[in-house]
């Protein structure tokens, strides 16, 4: 379900094994041009789609098969899940975020609109141009129920597409948002010429701050410091392929960017921030890409601001 990058590069790589893949496009001319040119031509315009993917228009479709892959950004999964009803599918939210209406994360707005589903999640390192060209990608596939999870593992893996499986969603979801605001930092480092080891230092503190949050809400840390944690803040802290590094690298430069792209850590942070001050967090870098995002700072009272901070023990 949603047929962006990566939603059209997870299908790709499902339909490479022979099984039926149905991909949902909520564009009826986009449907019908890849369809057509059996190619989304949009985001992944050099890659052919294998003949056993479909794609459709028709909601009812894609909830008729093993699993629905959830993949629409989280700001829009809500009134996009409210088209398909009920069903007894498992849903598998494939975004990442904190939704800024509810501070809900991708399988609780599941639960949220669609009560009786079984959620799950799939995250961890990755790009869609990676995954749609069968280069080896590694991600964790985290559900509450441990038999529904064990059964999704097994029929999403693939041979270039390797899943790990926990039962922490809260861990998997918050490795997942919360990379994406560090990252947003890490290009502002690097944007206004700060250099790699100020880039480093910010990743390692961004982590730091990633497990005073995961310990309030009850994360384990094993996943923080597993692929969708670490290894997914390793990857969009240093990739110009990254849309959050990129835009903290126009934040740096103190340039445009272009507000048509999804970029989910300008939503976190402004999310995350507001949770920290209603539990007493102390989330600086967290904080600060909230106001870099929204105007109220400047990349150089933002170092200031960081670099005059009382001293600590690590």
């Known amino acids: 379900m949603g047929a962006g990058a990566f939603g059209t590069a997870l299908a790709i790589a499902l339909a490479k094994t022979g099984q039926p ?3 949902w496009c909520r564009n009826a001319d986009q449907a019908r041009d890849m369809s057509e040119a059996r190619r989304n ?10 003949n056993s ?27 996009a ?32 609109v669609l009560p009786d589903a079984t959620t799950a999640i799939l995250t961890g390192p990755s790009f869609a141009a990676d995954i749609a060209i069968g280069r080896p ?6 559900c509450a129920d441990a038999l529904t999870g064990k059964a999704l593992q097994t029929a999403l893996t693939t041979p270039t597409l390797r899943l790990y499986r926990t039962t922490d969603i809260i861990g ?12 947003i930092a890490c290009g502002a480092v690097i944007g206004a010429g700060l250099g790699d080891s100020a880039r480093a230092a910010t990743m390692t503190r961004g982590f730091a701050e990633m497990q005073r949050i995961g310990a309030i809400f009850g994360a ?24 959050n590094y990129q835009l903290g690298l126009s934040l740096g430069k103190n340039e445009p960017f272009d507000n048509s792209i999804t970029v989910e850590g300008a939503a976190t942070a402004k999310a995350m921030s507001e949770i920290a001050r209603q539990k007493g967090l102390d989330l600086p870098i967290t904080e600060t890409v909230t106001q870099l995002v929204e105007g109220s700072t400047t990349v150089t009272d933002a170092i200031e601001m960081l670099m005059t901070r009382p001293l600590k023990e690590e």
Do not use: W
């Not at 990608?137 to 985290?142: F, M, N, S, V």
């Open 21 to 23: 893949v149905t991909l």
């Open 41 to 50: 031509r949009a985001y992944l315009p050099n890659v052919t789609f294998p």
């Open 53 to 79: 993917l479909q794609v459709t228009q028709d909601v009812s479709l894609i909830t008729k098969n093993d699993a629905t892959l959830v993949a629409v950004p989280l700001q829009n999964m809500r009134s």
């Open 81 to 112: 899940i409210e088209q398909i009803g009920t069903t007894k599918t498992p849903l598998v939210a494939c975004c990442k975020g904190i939704e800024l209406s509810t501070g809900l994360g991708p399988t609780r707005v599941l639960e949220d």
């Open 137 to 142: 990608t590694a991600l964790t596939l985290a």
């Open 172 to 183: 998997a979801e918050l490795g997942g948002a919360l990379k994406n605001v560090m990252a």
């Open 220 to 243: 384990h840390t094993d996943t923080l410091s597993g692929l969708s944690g670490l290894g997914d803040l390793a990857l969009t802290c240093t990739s110009n392929l990254s849309r």
